[in-house]
């Protein structure tokens, strides 16, 4: 190689390698946002964990990924997916959106399974006068429409959440 090239190799490669590395995407760490929830009425208790994305939509909601917990000592085994019903209360589909601010939950609300079969969709009912929280709670026979051990009661939600890296997401829980 002759001493022109090697000094313009010196002089140029450092400069290029610089550009080639501004060009590579900056990939950032992900984050979750992990939330302690809580609601309560007569003869209903539950409470958990949420597991969110870390980034609110325009009206401030964080969408829920996974649930844990329990519902009058009943283990929630699942969360129901977004833009469908929990079963046996159709046509009401869940969109799985939490806030910081009231209220806390939209009229969708958020849905879960638990171990026993049975479900569970607390939402906020705006278009109740007053408006309020409410769960709707159903049970076998899963069927369209209310049936005997189906209800649909007033509850006080509230939810709190705490950052938590993804990679510490499993101990949400």
């Avoid at 909601?61 to 009943?74: A, H, L, V």
């Avoid at 799985?96 to 806390?104: D, F, G, K, M, S």
């Avoid at 969708?108 to 109740?128: E, H, I, K, L, Q």
Wanted: aromatic share 10%; proline share 8%; hydrophobic share 40%.
């Amino acid at each position: 190689m002759t001493s022109v090239v090697r000094f313009v190799l010196r002089l140029v490669w450092p400069s290029l390698a610089s550009v080639a590395a501004l060009a590579l995407p900056v990939v950032q760490a992900s984050a979750s946002l992990c939330w302690n929830w809580n609601y309560s009425g007569n003869d209903i208790a539950a409470n958990g964990t949420f597991v969110t994305n870390d980034t609110p939509d325009t009206l401030g909601f964080y969408r829920i990924t996974s649930i844990t917990g329990t519902r009058n000592g009943e283990t929630i085994v699942g969360l129901q997916p977004a833009g469908t019903a929990i079963p046996g209360n159709e046509p009401y589909a869940v969109d799985n959106l939490v806030r910081l601010n009231e209220p806390q939950l939209t009229h969708s609300g958020v849905g879960y399974a638990m171990s026993g079969g049975t479900y569970a969709n607390p939402f906020f009912a705006d278009s109740s006068n007053p408006p309020r929280y409410l769960e709707f709670f159903s049970a076998p026979p899963l069927t369209v429409g209310a049936v005997a051990k189906d209800s649909e009661l007033p509850v006080a939600f509230a939810a709190k959440p705490r950052t938590v890296a993804e990679s510490d997401v499993a101990r949400c829980s």
